[in-house]
């Protein structure tokens, strides 16, 4: 069923609580894909019962960003969802979520802050604000669902960190349910913004899994010095491509790593035209 109220959606948790039985979230911002559906999936599983959430986010979004033009695809999302075994469809309006007339300001919310630590390295750097938009939209969408886990992909490895971090400091009763990153037939990692993409950026989009797949077979091959692995990425790197960044960091607590092991995460972003796409990879096995 598709529901735009917060009363609504509480009521039938309610139900479901009371018959004892368990829930699953999946946040999204719609335009589903098959790395949604991958995280649908692994809750309509694990869970009696799954909400996937459909909410352009307007508070995780900076000025200039593409929170207009980011793809509203209701109806399709509505029946992908209801078709992977998904319950409640939560698509609700920014009034019911923030209320009417303080949509877009801080000055009027209550903001769930992650530590700087956190925040202030990779996305966190060039998107001021976004994770506070991020954690408050998350933990007002864990207050209404109540969810006994929640399902968030490894796609966006600092938000699923942060959440997890958010968790544990504020004693959500949620557990976290990480899910491996979708790509698509040739490895470029699925994204709602991929649509954004010409023919002919879509082809140089390839330099992100490049740079990651490459960086793990040097890895794998014995070269651990995180500078060295960095200096690969420059074979792939065009003249189209601007490289936001591309670091290597623990996986726990995104501290900088001189040394690459297991634990260690590469992320990378790279703006390819008017696009900023995002990628990451785990040197772990
Ligand atoms: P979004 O709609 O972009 O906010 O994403 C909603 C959730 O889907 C987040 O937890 C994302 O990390 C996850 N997600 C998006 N793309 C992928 C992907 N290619 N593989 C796995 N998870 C994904």
Known sequence: MLLHTIAEVREQ???WKKQGLTVGLVPTMGALHEGH????KKSVEKCDKTVVSVFVNPIQFCPGEDFEKYPRTLDADREMAESAGVDIVFAPSAAEMYGEGHIMSNDFLTYVIPPFFYVNKLCGKSRTGHFDGVCTVVNKLFNIVQPDFAF????DRQQLI???KMVKD??????IIPCPIVREADGLAMSSRNKYLNEQERKDALVLKNILFNIKSCYN???????ALAETAFNFLKSCHSLEYLEFRDK????????ADKDTIVFIAV???NVRLIDNISLEN
């Open 221 to 227: 091959s014995g070269i651990k010095d995180t500078e």
């Open 252 to 259: 726990n607590d995104l501290e900088l790593k001189k040394t």
């Open 271 to 273: 703006k390819i035209g």
């Open 37 to 40: 559906l991958s995280l649908i």
């Open 170 to 175: 504020l004693s959500i009763p949620t557990e």
């Open 13 to 15: 948790i309610r139900i």
């Open 152 to 155: 968030f992909g490894e796609k």
């Open 162 to 164: 942060i959440i997890k």
